[in-house]
């Protein structure tokens, strides 16, 4: 057995002309091909559906840091951190159970790495919103917004590859 855990490819024939061993590699050439336009179809439709549905968590997050900001007059930074802690909470959920339909019975475990990841992005948004706001005088709203896109494209990326990627096959 390979240290992978999987068996080591076996065949009950193996190609002995030049004709037979190209008829092979067709083949194999053609199962992959088919592999890979499986998974860019389904790599698609998670960006299909977090572009969606990630448009919830990205209101939450923006009218959180409006109210916070603006209504309530807290201070930018502090608002971004009230507004950071609501919206990854419900685009927990809805990355879970919508976007990568990602299912396991270790939720809270998922929830710990989806936290650890977004403040990798939330460190980003923040260093982004002091340079916007404090350093070149751009309105909060603004540099929230160009801040948090940015934030948006690395969350998914970050989900994708570490948060709710499917468990390998042994």
Do not use: C
């Amino acid at each position: 057995m390979a240290e992978s855990g999987k068996q080591p490819l076996q065949h009950q024939h193996y190609p002995t002309s030049p004709a037979e061993y190209e008829a092979e590699l067709t083949e194999t050439e053609a199962e992959y091909a088919a592999e890979i336009a499986e998974l860019k179809q389904q790599s698609r439709a998670q960006a299909q559906r977090y572009l969606v549905w990630g448009t919830v968590s990205v209101i939450v997050n923006l009218s959180a840091f409006y109210l916070f900001n603006h209504v309530l007059n807290v201070e930018y930074q502090i608002a971004n951190l009230l507004a950071w802690i609501l919206s990854v909470q419900v685009a927990f959920w809805i990355d879970r159970m919508i976007v990568f339909k990602h299912e396991s019975d270790r939720p809270f475990h998922e929830m710990l790495k989806f936290y650890g990841t977004r403040v990798l992005t939330y460190i980003l948004e923040a260093v982004i919103l002091w340079l916007l706001v404090s350093v070149l005088t751009v309105h909060p709203t603004i540099a929230k917004i160009v801040g948090h896109g940015l934030a948006v494209v690395g969350n998914f990326f970050l989900s994708k590859l570490i948060v709710f990627k499917h468990p390998v096959e042994s």
